[in-house]
């Protein structure tokens, strides 16, 4: 079966239009998907991302595995059942995870030993058994447990990671059984550009449904996690999914499918949204700022999400001051339909061939205020500590 179909190319970039095709259902791309580590989107419910318009979800291996277990999952219908959302999902393997908690864990070719964050239990994760846990859970997308460094990695560490991946690789495709489930193979490199190119030929020999480049945003400055794309992508082959691991800001979504990205996850909208922070056209926003305590408009009149069309930015204002649980859930429902909204956008102006000057304004006016770093600086911390 053909899983994923390849649209249309920009005429002045590198974005696409495809369509991946699981048996669950189509996901158009470009596509972001919402991230539901624990089998749900913080806050909100399934219906109210479908609502939104999303297509494809993403849940984690290794917090499932934790709890309620993989296998509990299984027995009670799947994932897709046990959590009521019954279009795609991807699962991530749990190697990032697994790789974050640096303290406690130790890692060889075999696999690796970790301590569970939640009691302590000692715990021994394979290839193998990422791959039969994923099964269990039955996602439409399972990803191949990879070995992630960290960006500061140098290079004997980066080039250990690439060989180790590789080897992974084999043995995930070896055991995966699930003939309806497609599995993508993950680019890990560093931040070397040999090393990422290397590593990108090696994963494209093996049979993998899809490719992921893995190992960025992990605190490199933007413009070299950029570079690293622009290194790899063109040795991905372009009749399979592209997927860039764990970037969901939205500057970062159009530089991405600017370079040939299709696939985009991240925790950053909802985690920003129970903050307080709201993306808006002009960049992120802080709702619990003194401005918005009076104004009795919507907070982004260009907005047409539920939010938006039924609240004040003073009510908003009013719940997160308060700290009431509705201001998280409000402005997640926001972050999440920006993001599609912007998906929508950006699909359109690939159709139009218009992407480049819709990239150009878009950045233009976006603007990434000091604020937006440090928070992001922080995401990205809270990201690689497994917070």
């Known amino acids: 079966m053909q899983n994923f179909k390849l649209c249309k190319t920009d005429v002045g970039s590198q974005a696409r239009l495809g369509v991946i095709i699981t048996v669950s259902g189509t996901v158009n791309t470009p596509v972001f998907c919402p991230v539901g580590s624990l089998a749900t989107v913080k806050t909100l419910t399934p219906d109210e991302l479908d609502d939104i318009g999303c297509e494809m979800i ?3 291996n290794y917090h499932l595995y934790l709890r309620p277990t993989s296998q509990v999952v299984h027995e009670l219908g799947g994932l897709h ?14 190697g990032f995870q697994v790789f974050s908690l640096a303290n406690l864990r130790t890692i060889n070719d075999d696999g690796v030993n970790f301590k569970s964050h ?25 990803m191949a447990f990879d070995h992630v460094p960290p ?29 309806d489930q497609q599995v993508y193979g993950i680019v890990q490199g560093g931040m070397f550009s040999d090393l990422r190119q290397r590593a990108a030929q090696e994963i494209t ?53 600017a ?14 949204a129970r903050n307080g922070a709201l993306f808006t056209d002009e960049g992120r926003k802080n709702i619990r700022r003194t401005q918005y305590a009076k104004m009795d408009d919507s907070f982004d009149p260009n907005c047409d999400c539920y939010t938006c069309c039924k609240f004040s930015a003073a009510y908003l204002n009013h719940l997160f001051k308060s700290d009431e649980l509705l201001g998280m859930r409000l402005a997640s429902i926001h972050n999440i339909a920006f993001l599609w909204r912007l998906i929508k956008n950006i699909r ?5 061939d218009s992407f ?29 500590n497994n917070r």
């Not at 009691?119 to 997308?141: C, N, R, V, W």
């Not at 290079?155 to 990671?161: F, H, V």
């Open 151 to 179: 960006a500061c990695a140098d290079r004997g560490l980066a080039t250990q990671s690439l060989e180790r991946t590789t080897l992974w690789a084999k043995r995930c495709l070896e055991a995966h059984t699930k003939e």
């Open 58 to 60: 993403l849940a984690n």
């Open 348 to 352: 359109l102006a690939i159709a139009q």
């Open 205 to 257: 020999a093996l049979p993998f449904d899809g490719f992921a480049v893995g190992g960025l945003s992990l605190g490199e400055p933007k413009e070299q996690m950029y570079g690293m794309l622009e290194e790899t992508v063109p040795f991905l082959p372009p009749d399979k999914a592209r997927y860039l691991m764990g970037v969901g800001a939205p500057e970062d979504i159009v530089e991405g499918v």
């Open 259 to 272: 370079r040939g990205i299709d696939i985009f996850d991240c925790v950053l909208p909802t985690r920003v």
């Open 118 to 142: 939640i009691d302590g239990s000692s715990h021994f994760f394979t290839p193998e058994k990422a791959m039969y846990m994923q099964e269990l859970l039955g996602s439409d997308i399972a």
């Open 81 to 94: 059942k046990f959590m009521n959302w019954h279009k795609p999902i991807l699962t991530d393997s749990g």
């Open 356 to 384: 480049t000057a819709f990239a150009a304004d878009f950045l233009d006016r976006y603007k990434v205020t000091d604020e937006s770093k440090r928070l992001e600086q922080k995401e990205q911390w809270l990201k690689a």
